[in-house]
């Protein structure tokens, strides 16, 4: 994606985002206007980049809004039974395609953001009003004169006249996700990840603040804006938010440097994988798979398509993927069918793909993907992200972008074999490892395609190429003997001598 269109794109859908000249929201969108109605502060990107700039300068200051304890202990639950009152959320009597519902602190999410709504360049605070909430049977709403700190917010679109499911969330850290049209969710993107698996221990910046521009009535499309903190860097950040039978979300974003930042993540994702088709080892289960997303897929600056299923392993695994300018990456869910889960309570079949497409040069670096081992399906037990080669200094500001694509695809190439199917079992002597990968796709005939099978320690043994009838695609299979190794990366391509004719597979046995 060409940043300079991107951009120029962004920049007029913020123009186009018209406003009705008023300075405070009213009624008829959700927001009573008091009797003398105050002066907004005036609201630019730009001047959040000033802030975030200016703020960097000095050392974090941690939110100051208390949140009653009452609220802080909630547990699961009775946090989900707080929720705004259908007929009061934000635009609920506009004929705009997009409500706005402010998230209440409590439970896990005790961090305070402040949320703004903007209007004709002002930005004015949405305030806190106890009666515009439905507290739900277990819990009781906070006492008069009490004000719960909001802790991020909601989107929602309609479905029905009656029906308005929720399409993204920005909630806890820098954390948001979204959802493809008749979807369920599944990976979460990060503004940013630092030093993610390191020994010395992860830094979570937070969104403190977040600005909302008030859409017009016949887009499905929101822009907002994000103010970040963390100990060591600030940023600002514009969302553009695009509901359709997919979900995008473009961001744009400058990180002022506190101090030297050396393991950075951009496009960062997160997502869980529990067990599969392969990697069932650690599962005794009824549900042939759990998981939200089944493989890491890149397309390399030089246009290769890479596939690497993802693992539950024994151990931490990290494995970095080196690259220039990267086309795309995410974490993708090609398991589309129910029967290959059977899960009525929790439908991994429904899961989107997140895709990460970098906006321009991104430079040197690597994907890197962090596996950590889970014995439940409630971790979020896997990371992907982009680390840039080299660091970020303190005082020089970043910029970059990018856009964040919540779909039913699975980052299929549409002009090669892709991996359809990956399975593992027992191999033919003890301690050898079988595996078996289905292609489907555009590719020649069996006879006239070169299977191409290493592993990096041990030896691949029979690799076998052959015809699938079943799926009109063609099947590899192969042992790998791994001769007292403690781990292999494995790699399969099909050629046709010359050329690619498929995507990449790539995995990574241990001995572990």
Same mark, same amino acid.
């Given at each position: 994606?060409?940043?300079?269109?991107?951009?120029?794109?962004?920049?007029?859908?913020?123009?186009?985002?018209?406003?009705?000249?008023?300075?405070?929201?009213?009624?008829?969108?959700?927001?009573?206007?008091?009797?003398?109605?105050?002066?907004?502060?005036?609201?630019?990107?730009?001047?959040?980049?000033?802030?975030?700039?200016?703020?960097?300068?000095?050392?974090?200051?941690?939110?100051?809004?208390?949140? #009653?304890?009452?609220?802080?202990?909630?547990?699961?639950?009775?946090?989900?039974?707080?929720?705004?009152?259908?007929?009061?959320?934000?635009?609920?009597?506009?004929?705009?395609?997009?409500?706005?519902?402010?998230? #209440?602190?409590?439970?896990?999410?005790?961090?305070?953001?402040?949320?703004?709504?903007?209007?004709?360049?002002?930005?004015?605070?949405?305030?806190?009003?106890?009666?515009?909430?439905?507290?739900?049977?277990?819990?009781?709403?906070?006492?008069?004169?009490?004000?719960?700190?909001?802790?991020?917010?909601?989107?929602?679109?309609?479905?029905?006249?009656?029906?308005?499911?929720?399409?993204?969330?920005?909630?806890?850290?820098?954390?948001?996700?979204?959802?493809?049209?008749?979807?369920?969710?599944?990976?979460?993107?990060?503004?940013?990840?630092?030093?993610?698996?390191?020994?010395?221990?992860?830094?979570?910046?937070?969104?403190?603040?977040?600005?909302?521009?008030?859409?017009?009535?016949?887009?499905?499309?929101?822009?907002?804006?994000?103010?970040?903190?963390?100990?060591?860097?600030?940023?600002?950040?514009?969302?553009?938010?695009?509901?359709?039978?997919?979900?995008?979300?473009?961001?744009?974003?400058?990180?002022?440097?506190?101090?030297?930042?050396?393991?950075?993540?951009?496009?960062?994702?997160?997502?869980?994988?529990?067990?599969?088709?392969?990697?069932?080892?650690?599962?005794?289960?009824?549900?042939?798979?759990?998981?939200?997303?089944?493989?890491?897929?890149?397309?390399?600056?030089?246009?290769?398509?890479?596939?690497?299923?993802?693992?539950?392993?024994?151990?931490?695994?990290?494995?970095?993927?080196?690259?220039?300018?990267?086309?795309?990456?995410?974490?993708?869910?090609?398991?589309?069918?129910?029967?290959?889960?059977?899960?009525?309570?929790?439908?991994?079949?429904?899961?989107?793909?997140?895709?990460?497409?970098?906006?321009?040069?991104?430079?040197?670096?690597?994907?890197?993907?962090?596996?950590?081992?889970?014995?439940?399906?409630?971790?979020?037990?896997?990371?992907?992200?982009?680390?840039?080669?080299?660091?970020?200094?303190?005082?020089?500001?970043?910029?970059?972008?990018?856009?964040?694509?919540?779909?039913?695809?699975?980052?299929?190439?549409?002009?090669?074999?892709?991996?359809?199917?990956?399975?593992?079992?027992?191999?033919?002597?003890?301690?050898?490892?079988?595996?078996?990968?289905?292609?489907?796709?555009?590719?020649?005939?069996?006879?006239?395609?070169?299977?191409?099978?290493?592993?990096?320690?041990?030896?691949?043994?029979?690799?076998?190429?052959?015809?699938?009838?079943?799926?009109?695609?063609?099947?590899?299979?192969?042992?790998?003997?791994?001769?007292?190794?403690?781990?292999?990366?494995?790699?399969?391509?099909?050629?046709?001598?010359?050329?690619?004719?498929?995507?990449?597979?790539?995995?990574?046995?241990?001995?572990?």
């Amino acid at each position: 994606m060409d940043r300079r269109a991107f951009l120029s794109s962004s920049l007029a859908l913020a123009a186009a985002l018209g406003f009705d000249g008023t300075l405070r929201p009213t009624a008829a969108e959700g927001l009573d206007a008091p009797p003398t109605r105050p002066a907004g502060t005036p609201f630019s990107f730009s001047a959040l980049k000033d802030e975030a700039r200016r703020l960097a300068g000095a050392p974090q200051v941690a939110p100051q809004a208390a949140i #009653p304890a009452r609220f802080a202990d909630l547990g699961q639950e009775q946090y989900r039974d707080i929720r705004w009152k259908r007929d009061q959320l934000i635009w609920h009597d506009a004929q705009r395609q997009a409500r706005l519902e402010p998230l #209440p602190a409590g439970f896990v999410y005790r961090t305070p953001v402040e949320l703004y709504l903007i209007d004709d360049g002002q930005a004015l605070p949405i305030p806190f009003d106890r009666e515009r909430f439905d507290w739900g049977a277990s819990v009781a709403p906070p006492e008069d004169g009490v004000a719960l700190p909001f802790s991020g917010l909601k989107l929602r679109r309609p479905r029905d006249p009656d029906r308005w499911p929720e399409f993204a969330v920005f909630q806890g850290a820098t954390y948001f996700r979204a959802l493809a049209r008749d979807q369920a969710y599944g990976p979460i993107a990060r503004g940013l990840a630092l030093n993610t698996a390191d020994a010395d221990g992860e830094e979570f910046p937070v969104f403190s603040r977040f600005y909302v521009e008030k859409p017009d009535d016949n887009t499905q499309t929101v822009l907002l804006y994000g103010l970040l903190d963390s100990k060591s860097v600030t940023g600002a950040y514009r969302f553009t938010v695009r509901a359709g039978d997919e979900t995008s979300i473009d961001v744009e974003f400058t990180l002022y440097p506190r101090e030297d930042l050396g393991h950075v993540g951009l496009g960062a994702l997160n997502s869980m994988f529990f067990y599969g088709a392969i990697g069932r080892s650690r599962a005794d289960d009824i549900r042939p798979a759990v998981h939200l997303s089944d493989a890491l897929a890149i397309v390399t600056g030089q246009g290769e398509h890479l596939l690497r299923p993802l693992a539950n392993p024994r151990i931490l695994q990290i494995s970095a993927f080196g690259d220039e300018n990267p086309h795309g990456f995410g974490l993708v869910q090609r398991t589309r069918a129910f029967a290959e889960f059977q899960d009525l309570e929790r439908r991994w079949d429904l899961a989107p793909s997140a895709w990460v497409e970098p906006v321009g040069d991104w430079g040197k670096g690597s994907v890197v993907l962090v596996e950590i081992p889970s014995d439940a399906q409630i971790h979020e037990n896997i990371t992907a992200y982009w680390r840039p080669h080299g660091k970020l200094l303190a005082g020089q500001e970043f910029s970059a972008a990018c856009r964040l694509r919540w779909t039913s695809s699975g980052a299929e190439p549409a002009d090669l074999g892709r991996v359809a199917d990956s399975r593992e079992g027992q191999g033919a002597e003890s301690g050898w490892r079988r595996y078996s990968i289905d292609f489907t796709g555009p590719m020649p005939a069996a006879a006239a395609v070169k299977l191409v099978a290493t592993a990096s320690a041990g030896r691949v043994v029979s690799p076998i190429l052959r015809a699938n009838p079943a799926t009109g695609g063609l099947r590899v299979t192969f042992d790998l003997d791994p001769r007292n190794a403690p781990l292999s990366e494995l790699r399969v391509q099909l050629t046709d001598g010359a050329k690619p004719v498929s995507e990449t597979w790539l995995y990574r046995w241990t001995a572990a």
